[in-house]
């Protein structure tokens, strides 16, 4: 395995140029994925039959922090990452921790309100409206599960090997993938909360 050490290290091989290529297009089949959601949302949002409407269910102060949480986390990755190309480990891997902290308590305030709205009768079979919403939400929110996860292995490999080509390419794309569930998150916020409140 041939090493550029004129790169960054998560580019210097032919192999991660790759790596990073192939999910950047995984990223497309994302964007689809949510694009559907989004469409389903915007086609079902009025056809709330008997049940509550957004504007009957939706709280800003939830939003607000879940909201804060994962942009403040896009932040800490990006510091990760810089750290990482400064080739020091330990504030590296106390970045990817504040970052992992940060998508868990955003997962807890979801939850939270996942919890909130079948309590105030919006489950998934009340109507098209909720059935859409939970679904879209869910999506994100397994997506974020499935980062922490991720985030959570990388960070052992780190631990373990230290920074090398590859762990820096994992963590790179592990950072990709962050900052996309961030980008989604702002039009959740965007179109289906701040929308749904006015």
């Not at 990073?20 to 964007?31: K, P, R, S, T």
């Not at 990755?77 to 998508?103: P, S, Y």
């Not at 997962?107 to 309100?113: K, R």
């Amino acid at each position: 395995m041939k090493v550029d050490n004129s790169l960054p290290l998560e580019y210097s091989t032919e192999e991660n140029n790759l790596k990073i290529l192939g999910f950047w297009i995984f990223i497309g089949a994302e964007i689809m994925l949510f694009a559907t959601l989004f469409t389903a949302y915007f086609t079902l949002v009025d056809r709330t039959g008997n049940g509550p409407t957004g504007a009957e269910i939706f709280e800003i102060t939830p939003v607000l922090i879940e909201t804060i949480l994962l942009l403040t986390s896009s932040f800490t990755i990006g510091l990760g990452i810089h750290a990482m190309r400064l080739n020091k480990k330990k504030a590296t891997m106390g970045f990817f921790i504040v970052t992992l902290i940060l998508g868990l308590a955003f997962l807890g305030v979801e939850i939270y309100e996942f919890t909130h709205y079948v309590h105030v009768g919006a489950g998934l079979q009340v109507s098209a409206f909720t059935a859409a919403l939970l679904t879209t939400l869910g999506t994100h929110g397994l997506h974020v599960t499935l980062g922490l996860f991720w985030g959570f292995f990388i960070l052992l490999q780190i631990k373990k090997r230290g920074l090398t080509p590859e762990t820096a390419n994992k963590s790179f794309i592990f950072s990709l993938y962050w900052h996309f569930l961030d980008i989604i998150w702002i039009f959740i916020f965007s179109f289906i909360y701040l929308k749904g409140m006015m």
